[in-house]
C-alpha cells in the first residue's frame, strides 16, 4: 500500500456548493472540523474551505454568511494529492503552498485527508524503529541479526542506508520546526552504521536523495 493511502484520514466532511457559509459554519462547529472539502453536484472536489477562510472572507470584511455561497468564499482550485503520489512529493507541495491538510483523491473524487502532523508522527515512528535497529546492531554487531534478504552486512547496511535517504527526504520537503532535531537524530543514526561496517562512499543510497 502506498505511504499516502496509508496515512491519509478516511474520515473528513464535505459541503456542497450550493450550501451557504452559515451551513458550512455550522457543520465545522458540529464536526470540530477545521477544513470541509467542497464537492460539486457530480461528487468530484470543487475546493476547499477552511476555518480560516470563514475568519478572513467573511468575519474579516463584516458580511453576512447566513445566505452567502460556499462558492464565492472556498479555496479553488484545491491544493491535491493523488492515492499513488510520492508522500515526500506531496509534503513539498504542502510546504510550498503554506498548508498543513492537503485532499486526496481517486478519480477527482476525494477520498481522505493528508495531514502533516500525521505524517510527522508517522516519520517519527519509523525513525525510532530505525534508531533502534542502528542501535542494537553497534552495541552487538555479532549476537544481533537485522533481517535482510541475503543476510551480509553490506546489503544489511545498504538497506538502512535506504531507508535514511527515504526519511531525510521527508523531512527536506516537510520543512517541519522540528526538522532539524529530526536530521540531527538522523546523523547519529548514520555514524553508529558508519562504526558497524564502513559505507561505501557514493554508493550509499542516501546520496541519491540529496
Do not use: Y
Amino acid at each position: 500500500m502506498n505511504e499516502i493511502e496509508l496515512l491519509i484520514r478516511r474520515r473528513f466532511e464535505t459541503i456542497g456548493t450550493g450550501e451557504s457559509v452559515g451551513a458550512a459554519a455550522r457543520l465545522m462547529g458540529a464536526a470540530r472540523a477545521g477544513i470541509l472539502l467542497v464537492r460539486d453536484d457530480s461528487g468530484a472536489l470543487a475546493g476547499v474551505v477552511t476555518d480560516r477562510d470563514l475568519s478572513l472572507r467573511v468575519v474579516g470584511h463584516g458580511r453576512d454568511g447566513t445566505h452567502l455561497p460556499i462558492g464565492e468564499i472556498m479555496s479553488r482550485p484545491a491544493h491535491t494529492c493523488e492515492l499513488t503520489d510520492d508522500l515526500a512529493e506531496a509534503l513539498e507541495r504542502m510546504n510550498r503552498h503554506g498548508i498543513r491538510r492537503m485532499p486526496a483523491l481517486a478519480q477527482g473524487k476525494p477520498v481522505g485527508l493528508l495531514v502533516l502532523d500525521d505524517v510527522l508522527h508517522h516519520v517519527a515512528g519509523e525513525l525510532r524503529d530505525l534508531s533502534h535497529e542502528a542501535r542494537s546492531r553497534h552495541d552487538h554487531p555479532t549476537s544481533q541479526r537485522i533481517q535482510s534478504t541475503s543476510g551480509s552486512p553490506e546489503n544489511i547496511l545498504a538497506e538502512l542506508e535506504e531507508r535514511l535517504g527515504k526519511l531525510r527526504g521527508k523531512l527536506r520537503a516537510a520543512n517541519w520546526h522540528a526538522r532539524e532535531a529530526f536530521l540531527g537524530e538522523l546523523d547519529e543514526i548514520k555514524a553508529r552504521l558508519r562504526q558497524v561496517l564502513p559505507l561505501h562512499g557514493e554508493d550509499s543510497a542516501e546520496q541519491g536523495q540529496k
